[in-house]
């Protein structure tokens, strides 16, 4: 059975940073990508970032270019979040994912406001 746990979400100021991390189990993980998403009360659930098995390749949405950065450490089995340059708009509640075996965490609320 794959277990996702994200923690590391918070309340931050404008401009400020935040690491969120994901530990997972029950699955061959470096044989896995894995993605964060967020998602706002009564919007759909948005594909923020993505890693390959390897970690060799990433993907981002537009809106975090730049200031967000996907990382993975395979023997740890965890998945990180690093964000940078927080905005207002930034606020959401954010999922782990490993998108090929549907499966999610149970998300981790990250609310940027001053």
């Known amino acids: 059975q794959v277990q996702l746990v994200e923690s590391g979400g918070g309340l931050v100021q404008p401009g400020g940073s935040l690491t969120l991390s994901c530990a997972a189990s029950?699955?061959?993980?470096?044989?896995?990508?894995m993605s964060w998403y967020r998602q706002a009360p009564g919007k759909e659930r948005e594909l923020v970032a993505s890693?390959?098995?390897?970690?060799?390749?990433?993907d981002y949405a537009d809106s975090v270019k730049g200031r967000f950065t996907i990382s993975r450490h395979n023997l740890k089995r965890m998945v990180y979040l690093r964000m940078n340059s927080l905005k207002p708009e930034d606020t959401d509640l954010y999922y782990c994912?490993?998108?090929?075996?549907?499966?999610w965490g149970q998300g981790t609320q990250v609310t940027v406001s001053s």
């Open positions: 994912s490993a998108p090929r075996l549907h499966a």
């Open positions: 029950g699955l061959i993980f470096s044989s896995n990508g």
């Open positions: 890693i390959t098995g390897n970690g060799d390749s990433t």
